[in-house]
T-cell receptor, first 111, second 110 residues
Framework: ETGVTQSPTHLIKTRGQQVTLRCSSQ?????VSWYQQALGQGPQFIFQ???????GRGNFPPRFSGLQFPNYSSELNVNALELDDSALYLC??????????FGPGTRLTVT | GIQVEQSPPDLILQEGANSTLRCNFS?????LQWFHQNPWGQLINLFY???GTKQNGRLSATTVATERYSLLYISSSQTTDSGVYFC????????????FGKGTHLIIQP
């Protein structure tokens, strides 16, 4: 059984640029959730995709968007990057929105 | 939205000691998970425990849903237990994702 994987592991971008982060869900899971974790804080929920549809969203602006593909993998896109977007981005997969399993994360630095 | 409070925020113990971490939440939940975050940022699943009691080796957890709290017990601590422990809860159909507490930073000294 393959766990949740994320790419890339690290990324450095300039303010104003756009970024795409990728997540492959655990085998058999149909739900992917994305979280942002700032330094010293707990993760914060960005949004969730269930069977290719966004079905829940946290308090994040529209420049945070996403996709889920038929194989249940997912992308997180962030436009017009700001310095405060520097964080660890975590992807979690689950079966039918219950117990969530997290990937290793992508550490994004915006300069 | 639902509020999650974890205590204590920091805990320093000697190897071999036992500890109890607490998680209080403000509303009914149908998902409660405990995680250990390692130094590289990976969240390791410890327990999925919206109610009841579970044990896994030196770790055990109890959730009293009617009183809106959960406890994580670590016995005979080892230095590898060091790290941040998070409690996270979810409600409704799960579409609001998990709400995390601020974590308990545990340091086990040799």
């Amino acid at each position: 059984e393959t766990g949740v994987t994320q790419s890339p592991t690290h990324l450095i971008k300039t303010r104003g640029q756009q970024v795409t982060l990728r997540c492959s869900s655990q085998s058999g899971h149909n739900t992917v959730s994305w979280y942002q974790q700032a330094l010293g804080q707990g993760p914060q929920f960005i949004f969730q995709y269930y069977r290719e549809e966004e079905n829940g969203r946290g308090n994040f602006p529209p420049r945070f968007s996403g996709l889920q593909f038929p194989n249940y993998s997912s992308e997180l896109n962030v436009n017009a990057l700001e310095l405060d977007d520097s964080a660890l981005y975590l992807c979690a997969s689950s079966l039918d929105r219950y117990e969530q399993y997290f990937g290793p994360g992508t550490r994004l630095t915006v300069t | 939205g639902i509020q999650v409070e974890q205590s204590p925020p920091d805990l320093i113990l000697q190897e071999g000691a036992n500890s109890t971490l607490r998680c209080n939440f403000s509303d009914s939940v149908n998902n409660l998970q405990w995680f250990h975050q390692n130094p590289w940022g990976q969240l390791i699943n410890l327990f999925y425990i919206p109610s009841g009691t579970k044990q896994n080796g030196r770790l055990s957890a109890t959730t009293v849903a009617t009183e809106r709290y959960s406890l994580l017990y670590i016995s005979s601590s080892q230095t590898t237990d060091s790290g941040v422990y998070f409690c996270a809860v979810g409600s409704g159909g799960g579409a609001d994702g998990l709400t995390f507490g601020k974590g308990t930073h545990l340091i086990i000294q040799p």
